[in-house]
């Protein structure tokens, strides 16, 4: 079955300090693979998305993610935090084909430390 | 250009009563959503529709019907709500590159 698994349920992170948000598919092609983020009490912003082509795709607020095939990955990294950046992320697959929806992973929720 | 727009944005209801939620986009789309999220629990598909006329269920559909009045518009009933019911709901519409966005959530509270 198609899934996708956000490890962290949590991660704190210094303000300033650099951050990984990890990320696992569960699919035997490759999917179509997106990062979103929910400030609390608001809906999803779309950081940035990988459909084929360069594995290191950038997106919005300075965040990037890389495919990695061959560990079923699509990390999202930001190499300097801001307080602002405290929200829930959620990491996102679909299989490309059909109209059907979005499957997503049970989010992270980023705390930022002064 | 308001992209996806919802109706109410907060809700309380009883038990059995019934409800429907609006959404709307304008961004000429063909597909939209509907998703429910709860605490830990990332969003769940309830229903969709690939275009005008069609809808399909999703991941957890019970309880709930929807309407695909027209392109823009893709509403979601709950004819008898229930305390399992509560949730943020959103509505999403995408593009024909598979990029779904995303409005900006109803609260609904079931007692």
């Known amino acids: 079955a198609q899934s996708v698994t956000q490890p962290d349920i949590h991660i704190t992170v210094s303000e300033g300090a650099s951050l990984e948000l990890r990320c696992n598919y569960s699919y035997g092609a490759t999917p179509y693979l997106f990062w979103y983020v929910q400030s609390p009490g608001q809906g999803l912003q779309l950081l940035l998305k990988y459909f084929s082509g360069d594995t290191l795709v950038q997106g919005i607020k300075g965040f990037e993610a890389e495919f990695k095939r061959s560990q079923s990955s699509f990390n999202l990294r930001k190499p300097s935090v801001h307080w602002s950046d405290a929200a829930e992320y959620f990491c996102?697959?679909?299989?490309?084909?059909?109209?059907?929806?979005?499957?997503f992973g049970k989010g992270t929720h980023l705390i930022i430390q002064p | 250009n308001a992209g996806v727009t919802q109706t109410p944005k907060f809700q309380v209801l009883k038990t059995g009563q019934s409800m429907t939620l609006q959404c709307a986009q304008d961004?000429?789309?063909?597909?939209m959503y509907w998703y429910r999220q709860d605490p830990g629990m990332g969003l769940r598909l309830i229903y969709y529709s690939a275009s005008e006329g069609t809808t399909d269920k999703g991941e957890v559909p019970n309880g709930y019907n929807v309407s695909r009045l027209n392109k823009r518009e893709f509403s979601l009933r709950l004819e008898s709500a229930a305390p399992s019911q509560t949730s943020v709901y959103f509505c999403?519409?995408?593009?024909?590159?598979?990029?779904?966005?995303f409005g900006p959530g109803t609260r609904l509270l079931v007692l």
């Open positions: 999403a519409s995408r593009t024909v590159q598979e990029t779904q966005y």
């Open positions: 961004m000429n789309h063909n597909s």
């Open positions: 996102a697959f679909h299989s490309g084909g059909g109209a059907d929806g979005l499957t």
